[in-house]
């Protein structure tokens, strides 16, 4: 506790003026900051412009370069390369004459964002003169040449010169010169950076040398006035210390007072005097006086204490509000020894204070004896009171105050709803529970604080609770609240089952005899329903029972799927117009009438739609069948037609019982369609899975797979479609036999791409199942005529040039292709897809194995099992046949000097080469690396290893290098080696190791051929 606060003076002016410089001081070097950085963005902005323009000036020098280095790559020899090196380099060059000619005219454009307004005139007498001149002559002389054929581009063409010319010479010079004018623009903008930011710096330390002389200096000179003041008011302060009613002293360094005011003297029944000089620590009792010792030592360092700490809650009466005092870690409670003898209990309250000679203290000390006191009758009270509330039997008791806060709450009640005292005691009602519980019990606890007493019925969890709120009066009024919670859930259900009993009594009593007839009516209904084979059957059997007891005129099963209503069955006293109204218009109701039946029932007294008032209809009832989702929203529509009359209960009771056996019925009815339906469909796809085993050719897989899923499907005709390039047939596979010879001409006849929908479907690749084939836009009038209603096409995999497609047709009459119609069509279009793919994937891995990638000539496994072929047949039929093995010279040379692709180019040309030089029957094999091979049969050497027949094959192989130099490889050489059958041997290893052997021998005598030549 503390004495009277001082009002602060006002601060003159002279204060007020030195803080409005320091503050505009302040505000200016802000705005300085942020100005300053505003304008280094916007320099580094233009600085990042003129770096992109530095780049792509640049950068033209660098497709000048290449754009001529392509163009020289496009002459002889290089022409000679394979067409797609060549159109390689081609899009090489057209690609960089167009980003050369689209660089330059951004370039040239002072909007292009690379310059600012002022550059306008500089950028056109740069870009529009002699430079802009060059570059146009240079693109056209490349486009020239990438426009010249390659048997017309000759390697003294004028135009590659020329544009080699310029590239090292007068353009390049010109880019050099757009380039070194971009980079001085770019410095001069980084120059103007440094100097913005060393006049930011002198700012700055302007400013700040101001605010030391003008600020700081006069604040000095006011902290030398303030100290004077401050002695003043302490003078002042102990004046009111000393006439202050509570006990309050100063104690020096070593704990001594050395100020002590009169009413602590009087509190500890001593005079002011005589207690100078002691310690505080000498006025406790002796067992506190170690544990007031420690306080005062912590005080002196402002470090906490937890010494006997608590808590103190008092009530004030002031807006009759209730607030605890938290006794912080600054006081604790000290029993002190009066003079007389007697004890005191005091709070002490110590601040440090520092003094002339250290750090002293400020000590408040309140008597506490009467708040104790009273504070123990309260804490007695609460005791009986927790007491009584912890064994209050199947509920709970609580007090609250005026901030609807939780003091006490306990009771058996409390746990069998999830709650405790801990979470409950210090929170507040809508800390504790569901906003809607809060809401409904916070008017009760404010009445209770008003004086008023409440009892209601509450509902928490699933649970019911009597709640009475009752207001505790007090010396001052009410301030407290208390709720006495009992569980009443027992007596509320048994008050309900009470009342349900009575109710539902009246009610069977009212209706015995209408339930009697409406159950006599649904006995038959049900015995009539357990028969029906057919939708149409339970659709019947309903009308016939249940219109005479509801008073309907019709009766109508609707189905609604995606907003689209459709109508199964109708039966009931109808003109022939409204009946085909009905079933060609099924969406007859709003919208907002299905969304409202697939919520319930709807029963209409008058309906307002105008279709059916046109009709006569007045009343409308709509019943929906039991949910299904694989169904859908299906309802039950009754209609009535003449008087107005509402639906009765046992009539809205009988068409909801009579709508939940038609579902049932049809269940019944659909299962058994499904069941017979997933059998053949199960039976179908076993026999169309086993058609892949059967080892049969691809259309024959797929002609088969259309006759088991059209029959099972209910097609009247189904058919194999096969295209070819624009060409396409049909092969009927399965008929019904009613289809007409007519039709079946129209079907199998030729059509060229873009006759039928089929073609369509051969483009996207997408199944296209069409129900109204009449209605299709691309539905043939021939078809139409013939008898063709719905209709699919799905198509199936490719193999190699030929497509294949299944077509179905159902004749004379429409009827919607189903999901497991689908289904089946697709499981058939995957097994065809399947068995084609198969046939495929064999085929190209037996072509991978047996063919080498880069050449495309037969590899060496293929070589192995032909040389062993030829063998043995030469053997059984005494033939004869050569082996020649070849090696490649030259390819390390191609390799080091043109790159791996041109020599990869040389194995292929080399290859080909040798190819076309041989017979046809004559096989060329690639063994790797550079080395090839070949098989001639009938060809063979006499005895000397001679003769016209390996002349003739030596000759084609010097024709073969000759070409290969032709073409651009005039380094490239062979060696050979030649063995016959069976002059060599009859072995297949022994001659190809021969041939092996003289191919070695020649290669050495070619290289010592090259020896000698150098």
Request: hydrophobic fraction near 45%.
């Amino acid at each position: 506790m503390t004495g009277p606060a001082i009002p602060p003076r006002a601060l003159p002016s002279g204060t007020k003026t030195l803080r409005r410089a320091y503050v505009v001081t302040l505000v200016t070097l802000g705005t300085l900051s942020v100005g300053s950085n505003v304008i280094l963005s916007a320099q580094m902005t233009a600085s990042r412009s003129d770096t992109r323009l530095v780049a792509l000036a640049g950068r033209q020098r660098m497709l000048s370069q290449r754009i001529a280095w392509d163009a020289q790559q496009l002459a002889p020899p290089l022409a000679r390369l394979p067409a797609v090196q060549q159109a390689g380099l081609r899009a090489d060059l057209r690609r960089s004459i167009g980003e050369f000619s689209s660089a330059h005219l951004r370039l040239r454009d002072p909007e292009s964002g690379l310059y600012h307004a002022r550059d306008a005139a500089e950028v056109r007498a740069l870009y529009s003169g002699r430079l802009n001149a060059s570059v146009q002559a240079f693109v056209a002389a490349s486009t020239r040449v990438l426009n010249l054929p390659t048997g017309q581009l000759l390697a003294g063409n004028a135009d590659v010169g020329w544009i080699e010319a310029q590239a090292r010479g007068p353009l390049l010079a010109q880019l050099e010169q757009a380039t070194t004018r971009a980079e001085q623009r770019s410095t001069g903008y980084i120059s103007t950076l440094n100097r913005l930011a060393w006049i930011r710096v002198g700012l700055v330390l302007t400013l700040l040398t101001a605010l030391g002389l003008f600020v700081l200096g006069p604040l000095e000179r006011r902290n030398r006035n303030l100290l004077t003041s401050l002695t003043r008011e302490r003078n002042f302060a102990r004046t009111i210390i000393d006439t202050m009613g509570q006990g309050l002293a100063v104690t020096d360094a070593r704990a001594r007072f050395t100020h002590v005011n009169p009413a602590l003297a009087a509190m500890l029944s001593h005079a002011p005097d005589s207690l100078t000089g002691q310690s505080l620590t000498d006025l406790v009792v002796p067992t506190e006086r170690s544990a007031l010792t420690d306080l005062l030592a912590q005080r002196a360092g402002a470090e906490p204490l937890s010494v006997k700490e608590t808590q103190i809650r008092e009530t004030q009466s002031q807006e009759t509000q209730s607030r605890e005092i938290q006794i912080n870690a600054a006081q604790a409670h000290f029993q002190f020894r009066r003079k007389d003898g007697s004890v005191m209990s005091g709070m002490v309250n110590s601040v440090p204070l520092m003094g002339t000679d250290g750090l002293g203290a400020v000590t408040v000390i309140t008597d506490l004896t009467a708040h104790e006191t009273a504070e123990r009758d309260v804490r007695d009270r609460e005791a009986r009171y927790r007491t009584l509330a912890a064994h209050f039997p199947e509920g709970a008791v609580v007090l609250f105050d005026r901030d609807l806060r939780y003091l006490l709450a306990d009771g058996a009640g409390l746990e069998s709803v999830g709650l405790r005292r801990e979470t409950m005691e210090g929170n507040t009602v809508y800390d504790i529970f569901p906003p809607q519980i809060a809401r409904a019990i916070a008017p009760d606890h404010l009445a209770a604080l008003q004086g008023q007493s409440s009892v209601r019925e509450l509902e928490f969890g699933s649970r019911t609770y009597l709640v009475q709120t009752f207001p505790v009066p007090g010396e001052e009024g009410v301030q407290y609240g208390t709720v006495i919670v009992r569980d009443v859930t027992g007596q509320v259900h048994a008050r309900t089952a009470l009342e349900q009993q009575a109710a539902e009594l009246a009610q069977l009593a009212h209706e015995a005899e209408s339930a009697r007839q409406d159950a006599l009516a649904l006995a038959e209904l049900t015995r009539s329903l357990g028969g029906a084979r057919t939708l149409n059957d339970v659709t019947t059997s309903t009308f016939d029972l249940l219109v005479p007891s509801i008073g309907a005129t019709w009766l109508a099963l609707v189905k609604i799927r995606e907003g689209q209503a459709r109508l199964l069955a109708l039966h009931g006293q109808v003109s022939p117009e409204f009946r085909t109204e009905l079933e060609q218009h099924s969406a007859f109701l709003g919208q907002e009438l299905w969304q409202a039946a697939s919520l319930g029932p709807v029963y209409l007294t008058q309906t307002t739609e105008p279709k059916l008032a046109a009709r006569g209809v007045t009343g409308l009832a709509i019943v929906p069948l039991p949910h299904k989702p694989e169904r859908g929203l299906t309802v039950l529509v009754a209609g009535r037609r003449g008087q107005v009359a509402p639906w009765s209960g046992p009539q809205r009771a009988l068409l909801e019982a009579g709508a939940r056996t038609v579902c049932a019925a049809w269940e019944r009815v659909a299962l058994l369609d499904d069941l017979r339906l997933a059998a053949e469909h199960a039976r179908a796809l076993v026999e169309v899975s086993q058609l892949t085993e059967a080892g049969l050719s691809a259309q024959e897989v797929a002609q088969q797979a259309c006759a088991i899923v059209g029959k099972v499907a209910g097609a009247d005709w189904a058919g194999l479609v096969v295209a070819q390039n624009d060409q396409a047939r049909t092969v009927t596979a399965y008929s019904s036999g009613r289809a007409s010879r007519a039709y079946m001409d129209l079907m199998t006849r030729g059509l060229v791409r873009g006759q039928g929908v089929m073609w369509q479907v051969f483009d996207s690749g997408k199944a296209n199942y069409v129900n109204d084939y009449a209605a299709h836009e691309g539905a043939s009038s021939e078809l139409i005529q013939a008898g063709a209603r719905s209709v699919l096409w799905v198509p199936l995999a490719r193999s190699h040039d030929l497509q294949f497609m299944l077509c179905a047709v159902r004749l004379y009459q429409k009827k919607d292709w189903s999901e497991q119609d689908q289904a089946l069509f697709g499981a058939a279009s995957r097994t065809v897809s399947m068995a084609l793919e198969r046939q495929k994937r064999l085929q190209e891995l037996e072509s991978a194995a047996l063919n080498d990638r880069l050449t495309g000539l037969a590899n060496r496994r293929a070589f192995e099992l032909d040389l062993q072929r030829l063998a043995a047949e030469a053997a059984r039929h005494q033939l004869m046949f050569t082996v020649v093995v070849i090696d490649l010279d030259g390819l390390k040379g191609v390799n080091d000097s043109g790159g791996h692709a041109h020599g990869d180019a040389l194995l292929h040309t080399f290859g080909q080469r040798l190819k076309a030089a041989f017979r046809a029957e004559d096989r060329v094999y690639r063994l790797g690396g550079d080395e090839y091979a070949l098989l001639l049969p009938h060809t063979a050497a006499d005895a000397a290893g001679t003769g016209a027949d390996l002349s003739a094959v030596r000759q084609r192989l010097r024709q073969t290098i000759d070409q290969t130099r032709a073409v651009g490889f005039p380094a490239a050489g062979a060696s050979a080696g030649l063995s016959s059958f069976p002059l060599d041997g009859t072995a297949a290893a022994d001659l190809v190791k021969l041939a092996d052997h003289r191919m070695y021998a020649e290669k050495r005598s070619h290289q010592a051929q090259r020896l000698s030549a150098t």
